[in-house]
């Protein structure tokens, strides 16, 4: 236990000097396999190890596919349609914003793309309608925190490979707490809208309305096509990546003609860097916890917990408290493969599924993307929106509040998260 404290204090000083996460990780991991003297010759086995997984092939797959969705122009589609479904409504513009994030944010695979491609668009006619930036900011924030929970966020794939579970299990678990969020978002935006005076926009003709649906149509189709191909048994989720690059390419090529060749490369040069910064994460993580098992941390977890005989519920409020703690700090992927390695056995041991508790830390993932002091997600909407953090954090508070709300929730009620995978006859 002293060299895995050791290992602690090394990787923590490092991160403090902001040395990269995955370094630190690293060359804490390496001092402390020195100290073990460890055999050197199985180190690259190990590594290998840790992205050895059929499941982790989905990643560069869907990072592919919400890239090529931001060039087509998807955003400008979803925004459309949903404001010819409820722009003119009491809090419609609002809530319009809280269904194209929703949505976005689960085609595209990334929160933090989602909210720089809506927000740009969103904020400021929000604001020429009687939002302040700050409001505006907050909304479609706060609905790109609980759209980390629509599939396919990689943050799912990512536990899906470090944890070991069905990435299709977890697709299908984060569907109805991610509705949950949503629709008590909606709810909150549109009494606000009513308290600060937001008038609704004006109804949109019947033409107008059938070609926002024409045109969004298409993007609709893509989420039902792969998720019905998931749930179906048609395809795997990582197959179903391929599928969603192809029906991209599809869309921007002969649907709408607006992806050219040097967007293709762009696309591609970006995926390969955001893929190797996650696949680079996960390989460290192999001998991360390759230290942590031989020297028996996720065991002495187990005894230690076990003797306070605490129950599954106080054991995820726990956790939960510690992700959202951690996640106002650090990064995502960093928080995952630091703790899941250890967090595993302990799940295991009380008996809850591990697709159960990848919804639960999915969700406090999400809410410490958007919390001060660091909410890397945050910033990027702070920067669309142009306001700072510390005036798009009070108006932001209440819609984390819910999502927090939903995600205690869950961890009491393990049947609703569980509830579409089982019907489906998954493995949870």
């Known amino acids: 236990m002293t060299l895995v404290a050791g290992m602690t204090v090394l990787m923590l000083a490092l991160l403090l000097v902001s040395v990269p996460v995955a370094f630190a990780v690293g060359v804490s991991a390496v001092a402390a396999l020195t100290a073990m003297g460890i055999d050197?010759?199985?180190?690259?086995?190990?590594?290998?190890?840790g992205v050895d997984s059929f499941t982790l092939l989905a990643i560069p797959m869907y990072v592919v596919a919400g890239g090529l969705m931001l060039k087509v122009g998807i955003a400008d589609k979803l925004i459309n349609l949903a404001l010819a479904a409820i722009g003119h409504r009491r809090g419609g513009l609002g809530n319009t914003a809280v269904i194209s994030s929703v949505l976005f944010s689960g085609i595209s695979g990334s929160t933090s793309a989602a909210t720089a491609a809506l927000g740009s668009i969103l904020i400021p006619s929000m604001h020429s309608r009687g939002y302040s930036r700050a409001d505006a900011t907050a909304i479609l924030s706060g609905a790109a925190?609980?759209?980390?929970?629509v599939p396919p966020a990689m943050s799912m794939i990512v536990f899906s490979g470090l944890a070991g579970s069905s990435v299709s299990a977890l697709f299908a678990a984060g569907f109805l707490p991610a509705l949950c969020c949503a629709a008590a978002i909606m709810v909150y935006v549109r009494w606000h809208a009513g308290r600060i005076g937001v008038a609704p926009l004006p109804r949109l003709s019947r033409v107008e309305r059938l070609r926002a649906l024409r045109e969004g149509l298409p993007s609709l189709v893509l989420p039902i096509m792969v998720f019905g191909g998931i749930f179906g048994g048609i395809f795997t989720a990582t197959e179903a990546g391929v599928v969603a690059v192809l029906y991209a390419l599809f869309l921007g090529g002969v649907v709408y003609r607006t992806l050219s060749l040097n967007d293709l490369y762009e696309v591609l040069t970006a995926a390969v860097q955001t893929c190797g910064v996650v696949l680079i994460m996960v390989t460290i993580s192999g001998?991360?916890?390759?230290?942590?098992?031989?020297n028996q941390v996720p065991q002495f977890l187990v005894d230690t917990i076990g003797g306070y005989e605490l129950s599954q519920f106080l054991f995820l409020l726990c956790i939960i408290v510690i992700f959202i703690l951690l996640g106002?700090?650090?990064d995502e992927l960093a928080i995952m493969v630091m703790l899941i390695p250890i967090a595993m056995p302990l799940v295991n041991a009380l008996g809850i599924s591990p697709v159960h508790f990848g919804v639960v830390i999915i969700g406090c993932v999400g809410i410490g993307?958007?919390?001060?002091?660091v909410a890397s997600a945050l910033l990027v909407a702070c920067s669309v929106g142009q306001v700072k953090m510390e005036e798009v954090a009070r108006p932001l508070a209440p819609h984390l509040l819910i999502i927090t709300a939903v995600v205690i929730l869950l961890a009491a009620v393990p049947g609703f998260t569980l509830l579409l995978p089982r019907l489906l006859g998954m493995t949870v």
């Open 145 to 149: 925190a609980a759209g980390i929970l």
């Open 287 to 294: 001998i991360f916890s390759w230290v942590l098992t031989a």
């Open 40 to 49: 050197w010759q199985l180190v690259p086995a190990r590594l290998f190890t």
């Open 328 to 330: 106002m700090i650090m």
């Open 369 to 373: 993307l958007f919390s001060p002091p």
